[in-house]
């Protein structure tokens, strides 16, 4: 979603909050701007399109000033535009503001602006937060935003900037992320740390209800009652680094080829020779009558591999449910429950809503996220890191696989509290978990060539189907989803035994079906499915760890080690991955920021 920056220093602002912009580039956006604020005036450059459209525009002439805020902006209130990107002015030009989130009340404040003279430029529903600032600006601008905050109803990152104070700029969040960051005779805001990591690894992350006030020597943040208070500052463990593709062509290929790592960093200090540690998690499985699992695409798919690992080892009851529909379900969750909240970013809006609910209706809360001190992270009961580092690709590889590892970490650890699961299968299933990292590297090294060759094989498909049981269908949900995200192709996921009650009308000569058979004792059933769609005509790639059964009936297969079948669904995973990926780039699409996505969904 939107992507915000801001700068307050003693150089040029518009260069580095164009770096800035282009680091948040993996949020995804359609249009950008900048506002500098100088002695005299605020002057907005913004236009629609790539980055390199605002660098163009900019160039030679860029605003003289120390002092900016710039803006990726991904449409929802009027479509990409030059006159709906951010920054906005209010009426008289003495305010500039970006935005990120959703203002909901923005008509009736149009109206209520509109019956106060204010006319509007764009169709935003940001613009009415720069006319409020006017409208109530009597002399302070913390008095403006506080009344200007009272009147609007949403979910909002806010940077400011006032013409006159050339070294100033007001932020302030609600359900939407935003950092600050702290430089030596500079400091920085931006949606996320990786936008100010080359001039800084000190960060404050502002509470709801706060406002800061930042000046390149200063940062100064007011609690609800215009009171001065102190907060924590953060040291990112995130470089430079991180944030680049350290020779490969796409975030996405490095960030498949980091998961082994990754994974490793999820499951090895947390593996010690006393069993499962998970330091400063509440978990008491003998008082959890039913566990719900929420979340939203990809991490809504391993939360189904969480349910049925948790289910079968753990003889837990869970529930697995698309926060988007949990929290306006009414769902029968309370005291006696445990609800997982799986987010990568720990910023997805509707998982943060379900969280809410969730605490509201007495459920403890446990977190399964990736970035630190997100508000996900922050607002839960527990926290299970999943440690998979920064990812930037749109579409989510290691971020979906150490969930996955997390989850079967956790449904171990409830099942040896539990005593479901005997000594010697828990530590049979530790070792295997344990040893999974150093298969899996090797396992993407070696079926690197087989997805290219595939993919080489199959990139004009215009459909394909996934199919798979249990462990399998979980992992065919997770296949189709990073086939069509990046390369545009339809794909849809079966649990293998729904084909028959409608789907298989749809195969014919050369659909291209997927299908992953690991769970042995689905292996046969599975096994038929393919035959049905194979005597139809469609072509089959087999994904299995058993050749020897399904071989035969498939035109192609992917080998995978054998073991256990929820970790086999992380091979499975990086498998489809890979698939996708190179499907993607023989396509020609825009891999790591697809078309229409954002990386990280903070409006609902
Ligand atoms: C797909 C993808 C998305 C995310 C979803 C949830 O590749 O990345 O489906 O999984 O938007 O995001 P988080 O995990 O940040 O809550």
Not at 110 to 122: A, K, N, Q
Not at 208 to 216: F, K, S, V
Not at 328 to 342: A, S
Request: hydrophobic content about 40%; some cysteine; proline content about 3%.
């Amino acid at each position: 979603m939107c992507g915000i920056v801001g700068y307050t220093g003693t150089q040029q602002a518009t260069p580095i909050l164009l770096d800035g912009l282009n680091r948040l580039e993996y949020r995804g956006y359609d249009s950008s701007g900048i506002a500098i604020v100088n002695d005299k005036e605020i002057e907005i450059m913004k236009i629609k399109g790539r980055l390199r459209e605002l660098e163009r525009i900019t160039e030679g002439v860029s605003p003289i000033g120390t002092t900016g805020i710039g803006h990726t902006r991904w449409a929802t209130h009027g479509g990409p535009s030059n006159e709906n990107a951010h920054p906005h002015y209010s009426r008289d030009k003495s305010f500039a503001v970006v935005h990120n989130g959703i203002i909901e009340n923005y008509l009736e404040m149009r109206d209520f602006l509109s019956e106060r003279g204010f006319s509007f430029r764009s169709e935003t529903d940001t613009e009415i937060v720069a006319m409020l600032l006017e409208y109530y600006y009597e002399g302070d601008v913390l008095d403006a935003i506080i009344k200007m905050r009272n009147k609007i109803k949403g979910s909002y990152a806010l940077g400011i900037v006032h013409r006159g104070e050339s070294d100033a700029i007001y932020a302030l969040r609600k359900d939407s992320p935003l950092v600050i960051g702290l430089g030596e005779g500079e400091n920085f805001i931006a949606s996320d740390i990786p936008a100010a990591l080359p001039y800084t690894r000190k960060f404050i992350i502002p509470d709801e209800n706060e406002i800061a006030l930042i000046t390149p020597d200063n940062v100064t943040i007011y609690n609800r009652n215009k009171e001065q208070i102190q907060k924590p500052v953060t040291i990112s463990d995130l470089s430079v680094a991180d944030a680049e593709k350290d020779g490969f062509p796409h975030f996405m290929l490095k960030e498949i080829h980091e998961q082994s790592g990754a994974i490793r960093k999820t499951v090895h200090d947390r593996i010690t020779p006393d069993g499962i540690r998970l330091d400063r998690i509440k978990l008491d499985g003998s008082k959890i009558r039913k566990i719900f699992v929420v979340a939203c695409g990809s991490a809504y798919h391993a939360g189904v591999v969480g349910k049925y690992f948790i289910e079968k080892y753990a003889r837990l009851e869970v529930e697995t449910d698309l926060a988007s529909e949990f929290r306006y379900r009414d769902p029968i969750v309370g005291p006696d429950c445990l609800t997982i909240i799986i987010s990568q970013s720990g910023e997805t809006a509707d998982s943060l809503a379900a969280l809410r609910e969730a605490k509201r209706r007495g459920s403890r809360v446990l977190a399964i996220v990736n970035v630190v001190d997100s508000s996900i992270a922050r607002e839960a009961d527990d926290v299970l890191y999943t440690r998979a580092g920064l990812e930037i690709a749109v579409a989510t590889t290691k971020g979906y696989t150490t969930q996955v590892a997390a989850l079967c970490l956790l449904g171990l650890k409830l099942a040896r509290d539990r005593e479901t699961i005997t000594q010697e299968l828990y530590d049979e299933l530790l070792y295997e978990l344990k040893q999974t990292p150093e298969t899996l590297a090797r396992f993407i090294d070696d079926v690197s060539n087989v997805a290219q060759h595939l993919a080489g094989k199959y990139y004009t498909a215009s459909d394909a189907y996934f199919i798979g049981r249990g462990y399998d269908w979980a992992a065919a949900l997770e296949g189709a989803l990073k086939l069509k995200e990046i390369s545009y192709i339809h794909a849809e996921a079966y649990a293998a035994g729904e084909l028959k009650h409608g789907t298989i009308s749809l195969i014919e000569k050369n659909s291209l079906v997927i299908g992953i058979a690991t769970e042995p004792t689905l292996l046969e059933k599975t096994l038929s499915n393919i035959k049905e769609v194979r005597s139809r005509g469609a072509a089959v790639i087999g994904i299995t760890d058993a050749p020897d059964s399904i071989g035969a009936e498939c035109d192609d297969l992917i080998v995978l080690p054998s073991g256990n079948s929820a970790f086999s669904s992380l091979f499975t995973a990086a498998a489809l991955q890979l698939f996708a990926y190179y499907i993607a780039a023989a396509r020609g699409g825009d891999i790591d920021k697809p078309r229409n996505l954002a990386k990280s969904v903070t409006v609902e």
